[in-house]
C-alpha cells in the first residue's frame, strides 16, 4: 500500500509537471531556456535566450534555435542568422519573416536533440516598438502670475520603425507619462499617432518628468523612452509689478506737486476763484471810510469822456449810450441820463462803472471813478456828468478861474491840492496866480494864466476844455498835466469869484493848443496826461466846452465842435 | 459567441473580397484623384476602427479569463489558425507593396463569401465597409474584377471553426483572435495602398 502510494505520488507528480507547458512555466535555473522573441517594425524579429547554468562549453555551443511555420508541416528550419553582435539572439530578416502567421520556435541541443525550450507566436503579437526619440518641449502658455503653464512635447518616431511608418505598413500611437519630481503615480495621455502631446496645468517652480512610449495599434508598448526633466522657475512677476506700479504713482504725484506749485496762481484762481466784492454802482465804499475823496474827485472831475483807462467793457457796468446826434440841442441833454430824477446815489450813467468790484480787491491802484456825488444835495434831473450845464448849473456857477483878459489863453488851469472841509478849494497854481495877480495882476496872469475850471454845480470840470484854455508854458503844462479836478460839493465862490472870468479866452482863442488825454492818475490827485496826443479822438467825446460863466451856449458850441 | 462563428470567416472573407477588388481597382486606375483618395481615406479610417473593436473585443475577453483558462489558452491557441491562413494574401511588407497577389485572393473570396449577417454591431461596420469598398471600387475601376476563376484552394468557411474540437471557450476565442488579426491584415493591406498612391512621403494615416 505505502508503495502503491508513493508511485502513485510519483506518477501525479510527473503528470504535473509533464501538464504545464514548458512556455508558460519558468524553467529550472539550470537550463537554457528562451527568454523571448519580440519584432521592431513589424519586419524583422529575433529571438533570445539564455544558456541558463549549463556548465559544459560545448553544450552551449550546441544551442540552436529552430522554427517552424506550419504546425502540420512540422518542417523545422534553423535559425537563418545567429546574431554577431549579440550572443544567444537570432535573428530573422525580412524575407524569413511572415507576419500574420504563427511561429514556433525550439531551443535545442545539437548532440542528444533536447528541446530546451519552445515558443509559439504571431509575429505581430510580439512586436515592441522602440522608443520614441528626440523629445522636447515647448511653454505653450503661461498664466498671468506665472504660477500655471501649459505645455507642448513633442518627440520623433522611433529610428528604426521609421521607414515602415511612411510608406504605411505600421502605424504606431504614442503615450506619455508625465508626473511631479518625487512622486510614484504617473499621470498617462494617450495621444494617438500625433508625435506631440499637450500637457495643462504645470505649476512653476516644480520639476516635471515626461517620458513617451510607442506602440502598434491593438498590440504591445514599447519600452519608454528617457525622460526629460522640465523645471520653469517662477519669475516672480508680482514684485516688478507692484514696484513698477508704486513708481508710476509717486511719479505722477511729483508731477502733479510740480504743476501744481508751477501754477499756483491759476490753480489758486481757478480753484478759488476771486469773491467779487459787493457791486455798488458809484462808489467804493473803502475809499469813502478812508476819506480818500481826492481819489474820487481825480477822476470824477475829469470829463467822462477823457478817462479812457476809466473805461472799460465790462458787462457788469450799465452804460447808457448818449446820443450826440444834434448838437444843437441843449447840452443839458447830451449827457443827461435817461434815468428819472432822483435823489438816490444813482451812479453816473455815462459813467462806466468798470471797477465797482474790482478795484476793492484786485487793482487799488486803479481809483475808483465812480460817481461820488450820492449826497448832492442838488436835486438835479439829470446824474450825468454836465461838465458846463448851463440848464441846471443853476445859481451855482461854475467855479472857473480864469483870467478875464482875452490875453488870457493857455494856463488856464490849476492844480488844486487840497480841500477844505468846508469845501473850499485850495488850489496851488491859484495861490501861484493869485499870488502873482497880488503882485502883477496882469503880468502874472498872462505869463500864469491858470484856470480852475468847474462848471458844473456839482464842481465838475472838464478837461478838455482845460486842455483848450491853457497856455502851453512849461509851467502852465507841468501844472497842466498835474492839474486834478475834484469832484467839490459846495465850492466857495469866494476862492474862484476872485479869478472868476466870464468867459472862456478859450472861446475867443480856437488856436490854443489841443486837447490832451488823461493818462492816468496818480497817487498826489494829479492827471497826468498823455504827452502830444491829438485831440481827434476826444473830439467825438466831447461835445460840450465851458461857457461863459459855465454855460455853453449853442452858438459856441458851433466854433468849438469840430 | 456563437454568433461569431458563422460571422467571423464572412468577416474576413467579406473584407478580403472588397480589399481585394479595391487593390486591384487601385492598380488599374489610378488617374482619380481627389474623389478616391477621399473614398479610400474614409475606406481606411473605417477598417482601423474594426480593427480597434476587435482588438477591443479580445482584450475584454482575456481580462475576464479565468488563470487556468488562461493557461489553456495560451497552449493551444498558437497551434489553430484561422480561415485566413488559407487565403494567399501578402504576408510581409514587400508583398504587400507589390500586390500582386491580392488579386487572386479577390478571385477566391468573392466565390466564397457567405452573408451571415445578424443585427449586430460589427456586422454594421462589415456592411459600411463593404459599400464604401465598392463605391470606391465603382469609381477606380470600370466594374467588377472577374471573379469567376475557379479555385482548387479548399477554402473551409464556415464550418472551419465548428469542425474544431475546441471548447467554447477556445473557439470564442479563436475567433475573436481570428478577427482582430484579419483586422489588422486588411488594415495594413488599405493603409499601404493608399500610402502608396497618395502624393504624400510622409504617410501617416
Redesign the interface.
Given at each position: 500500500m505505502e508503495a502503491v502510494l508513493f508511485i502513485c505520488i510519483l506518477l501525479a507528480c510527473a503528470v504535473a509537471t509533464q501538464s504545464v507547458p514548458p512556455t508558460i512555466q519558468g524553467q529550472t535555473s539550470t537550463r537554457p531556456h528562451l527568454t523571448g522573441c519580440f519584432s521592431r517594425e513589424l519586419m524583422t524579429f529575433r529571438c533570445q535566450w539564455e544558456t541558463g547554468s549549463l556548465q559544459n562549453q560545448t553544450e552551449l555551443d550546441d544551442l540552436r534555435l529552430f522554427y517552424s511555420l506550419k504546425t502540420d508541416s512540422k518542417k523545422w528550419m534553423e535559425c537563418p542568422s545567429y546574431s554577431s553582435v549579440r550572443k544567444n539572439e537570432c535573428f530573422f530578416d525580412s524575407s524569413n519573416t511572415i507576419i500574420w502567421y504563427p511561429y514556433v520556435v525550439q531551443l535545442r541541443s545539437r548532440s542528444p536533440d533536447v528541446v530546451y525550450d519552445e515558443m509559439s507566436f504571431n509575429v505581430e503579437d510580439i512586436v515592441f516598438p522602440d522608443p520614441p526619440v528626440g523629445l522636447n518641449w515647448t511653454v505653450l502658455s503661461m498664466g498671468s502670475d506665472g504660477l500655471i503653464y501649459d505645455m507642448v512635447v513633442s518627440w520623433d518616431p522611433p529610428p528604426s520603425a521609421a521607414e515602415n511608418l511612411k510608406t504605411g505598413w505600421i502605424l504606431l500611437v504614442y503615450e506619455t507619462q508625465y508626473r511631479e519630481k518625487g512622486s510614484d503615480q504617473w499621470n498617462s495621455m494617450d495621444n494617438g499617432k500625433d508625435t506631440q502631446a499637450y500637457i495643462y496645468g504645470l505649476s512653476s517652480n516644480t520639476e516635471y518628468e515626461v517620458r513617451v512610449r510607442s506602440k502598434m495599434r491593438g498590440y504591445n508598448f514599447g519600452v519608454f523612452s528617457d525622460s526629460i526633466f522640465i523645471l520653469i522657475p517662477n519669475k516672480e512677476s508680482r514684485i516688478p509689478i507692484t514696484a513698477v506700479l508704486v513708481f508710476a504713482a509717486v511719479g505722477i504725484t511729483i508731477v502733479l506737486m510740480v504743476v501744481v506749485v508751477s501754477r499756483q496762481q491759476k490753480l489758486m484762481v481757478i480753484f478759488l476763484p476771486p469773491v467779487p466784492g459787493p457791486k455798488i454802482k458809484g462808489i467804493d465804499p473803502v475809499l469813502l471810510q478812508k476819506g480818500q475823496l481826492s481819489e474820487f474827485t481825480s477822476i470824477l472831475g475829469t470829463h467822462p469822456g477823457l478817462r479812457p483807462e476809466l473805461y472799460s467793457s465790462d458787462p457788469w457796468v450799465e452804460f447808457i449810450e448818449v446820443d450826440i446826434d444834434e448838437p444843437h440841442e441843449s447840452q443839458e441833454e447830451l449827457l443827461i441820463a435817461d434815468s428819472p430824477v432822483s435823489d438816490s446815489p444813482q451812479m453816473s450813467s455815462s459813467f462806466r462803472d468798470d471797477d465797482s468790484g474790482r478795484a476793492s480787491c484786485c487793482d487799488p491802484d486803479l481809483s475808483d471813478h465812480d460817481q461820488t456825488d450820492l449826497h448832492h444835495p442838488s436835486a438835479s434831473s439829470h446824474d450825468g456828468f454836465h461838465p458846463l450845464s448851463r440848464a441846471q448849473s443853476g445859481p451855482q456857477q461854475p467855479a472857473a478861474v480864469c483870467p478875464q483878459d482875452n490875453t488870457w489863453s493857455n494856463n488856464l488851469y490849476s492844480q488844486v491840492s487840497d480841500v477844505t472841509h468846508r469845501g473850499e478849494v485850495v488850489l496851488s497854481p491859484e495861490e501861484q496866480e493869485t499870488m502873482a495877480l497880488k503882485d502883477e495882476d496882469h503880468k502874472k496872469r498872462k505869463e500864469i494864466q491858470q484856470l480852475v475850471v468847474i462848471p458844473d454845480e456839482r464842481g465838475y470840470t472838464s478837461e478838455f476844455v482845460a486842455g483848450a484854455i491853457s497856455a502851453p508854458t512849461d509851467q502852465l503844462q507841468s501844472q497842466e498835466q498835474h492839474g486834478a479836478f475834484r469832484d467839490i460839493q459846495n465850492l466857495s465862490t469866494d476862492m474862484v469869484t476872485s479869478t472868476q472870468s466870464s468867459a472862456f479866452p478859450i472861446l475867443a482863442n480856437p488856436t490854443s493848443p489841443e486837447y490832451t488825454m488823461v493818462d492816468s492818475v496818480d497817487w498826489k490827485n494829479s492827471l497826468l496826461l498823455k504827452p502830444n496826443t491829438p485831440t481827434a479822438p476826444h473830439k467825438a467825446a466831447v461835445k460840450t466846452f465851458p461857457t461863459p460863466e459855465g454855460y455853453l451856449t449853442p452858438d459856441l458850441l458851433d466854433n468849438i465842435t469840430p | 459567441m456563437l454568433q461569431m462563428k458563422n460571422k467571423c470567416p464572412s468577416f474576413f472573407l467579406l473584407a478580403l473580397v472588397l480589399l481585394s477588388v479595391v487593390l486591384v481597382s487601385l492598380l488599374v486606375n489610378q488617374g482619380r484623384a481627389s474623389d478616391n483618395q477621399r473614398l479610400f481615406n474614409n475606406v481606411v479610417v473605417r477598417v482601423?476602427h474594426l480593427?480597434?473593436l476587435?482588438?477591443k473585443m479580445i482584450n475584454d475577453f482575456d481580462d475576464n479569463l479565468l488563470p487556468e483558462d488562461r493557461?489553456l489558452l495560451?497552449?493551444t491557441i498558437?497551434?489553430s489558425?484561422c480561415i485566413?491562413?488559407y487565403i494567399e494574401a501578402p504576408?510581409?511588407?514587400?508583398e504587400?507593396?507589390r500586390s500582386s497577389s491580392w488579386e487572386l485572393a479577390s478571385q477566391i473570396l468573392s466565390r466564397t463569401v457567405s452573408n451571415s449577417l445578424t443585427a449586430n454591431q460589427i456586422n454594421e461596420k462589415l456592411a459600411d465597409l463593404k459599400m464604401g469598398i465598392s463605391v470606391l471600387i465603382k469609381g477606380c475601376l470600370d466594374g467588377q474584377p472577374n471573379m469567376d476563376d475557379n479555385d482548387s484552394l479548399p477554402l473551409p468557411f464556415e464550418d472551419f471553426y465548428l469542425t474544431t474540437e475546441d471548447n467554447d471557450l477556445t473557439k470564442n476565442f479563436r475567433l475573436l483572435a481570428c478577427f482582430?488579426?484579419d483586422m489588422?491584415?486588411v488594415?495594413?493591406y488599405l493603409?499601404?495602398a493608399?500610402?502608396?498612391r497618395s502624393l504624400d512621403?510622409?504617410?501617416?494615416?
Open positions: - | 482601423q480593427h480597434q476587435a482588438a493557461r495560451s497552449k498558437p497551434m489558425f485566413s491562413d504576408t510581409g511588407k514587400d504587400a507593396q482582430k488579426k489588422h491584415k488594415e495594413t493603409r499601404v493608399n500610402c502608396r512621403s510622409n504617410c501617416t494615416l
